[in-house]
């Protein structure tokens, strides 16, 4: 089966066809959505060993690396879900809700 992909962009729900219609590949780098996030992984960089266990665990590659060590968090691409704390080992990372975590900077491009 094959799809007319002609005008995509412009279907409305009740004409996109049932099933899994992947159209293009993608991840969260090509879209902002952090915006939608409730709880937020908060960085302490003195606790970081650059291990890179939450740079290669987070589904969002929101773990920003530079020269091999971690330099901060993208929160527009984060999404919350929590993994990079679950695999970090030395308690550099923690999960906050996300009004708390208002005014944490770890953001850096």
Excluded at 84 to 109: H, P, Q, S, T, Y
Aim: proline share 3%.
């Amino acid at each position: 089966m094959t799809w007319d992909l002609t005008n995509e962009n412009r279907w409305t729900y009740k004409e996109i066809p049932n099933g899994v219609v992947a159209i293009e590949g993608g991840t969260s780098e090509a879209y902002d959505t952090g915006s939608w996030r409730t709880d937020r992984p908060i960085w302490t960089e003195e606790n970081c060993t650059d291990c890179m266990l939450c740079w290669v665990s987070c589904p969002d590659s929101s773990i920003i690396v530079n020269k091999q060590k971690m330099t901060g968090i993208d929160l527009m691409h984060c999404k919350g879900c929590g993994v990079c704390v679950n695999v970090c080992r030395f308690d550099a990372l923690e999960m906050m809700n996300e009004e708390d975590a208002k005014g944490i900077d770890i953001c850096e491009m």
